[in-house]
């Protein structure tokens, strides 16, 4: 029987964040969350859906093929650059790379995706916070499987089990599942934040997800 007279922690709520590790939006808007969540007395954890930015660009083999037309020129690349440089003098973030056009992230998403099956909240959390960080700030080619291999050692995920994971073509489908739920969920590019019906999309600043977690969902 429960005790009354001891305080029960609060349930966390739970804000779906929609994101692909190799955008740097992503990574800015983490640190806006981490923002918002400081200023809560509630805990506040997050429900990570994978999306896969380069599904147009993948061939049969699940390849990026770069010579796909995207449609985005030089300069959309240098305003995106400029976009990124002006939320990182923000929010006060540590990047050494404004954007990672050369790194497949969707090894990445396998691992995140079956750490996030297998393990509780907190290891997971390390684990894709530490995906996030050997990608901006250290430059690290998070696409590699032994960089992923040892992230996954130092969030105290089992090696052999990402490598496992990566090799697991039913895991691989069932990822893909999730990047086309997502895309039928409305959802056209990342970051994307969604609670109870209503969406925040970009690197919005944290009064933003604090109006949309808390009720008025106009950010």
């Not at 969540?37 to 859906?49: K, S, V």
Request: proline residues 5%; charged residues 30%.
């Amino acid at each position: 029987m429960t005790d009354p007279s001891v305080d029960e922690a609060p349930a966390a709520t739970v804000l779906t964040v929609y994101s692909d590790y190799v955008c740097p939006f992503c990574y800015l808007g983490r640190e806006s969350l981490r923002r918002y969540q400081a200023t809560r007395d509630d805990p506040l954890e997050i429900d990570w859906q994978p999306f896969d930015l380069r599904s147009g660009q993948r061939g049969p083999d699940g390849e990026i093929d770069h010579s796909v037309d995207t449609g985005k020129d030089d300069e959309y690349f240098e305003q995106a650059k400029e976009n990124v440089r002006r939320l990182q003098e923000q929010y006060d973030v540590e990047m050494n790379l404004d954007l990672a056009t050369d790194v497949d992230s969707l090894d990445a998403q396998v691992a995140s995706y079956y750490v996030k099956g297998h393990y509780d909240y907190e290891t997971w959390l390390t684990f894709d916070e530490a995906l996030l960080a050997a990608l901006w700030q250290d430059g690290r080619d998070i696409g590699d499987e032994s960089v992923l291999v040892d992230l996954a050692a130092d969030a105290d995920v089992d090696p052999d089990e990402v490598r496992a994971a990566l090799d697991d073509d039913a895991l691989r489908a069932e990822l893909d599942e999730q990047f086309r739920a997502a895309q039928q969920a409305g959802v056209t590019g990342v970051p994307t934040f969604a609670y109870d019906g209503y969406a925040a999309r970009g690197a919005v600043p944290p009064e933003h997800i604090e109006r949309l977690v808390e009720g008025t969902h106009d950010a």
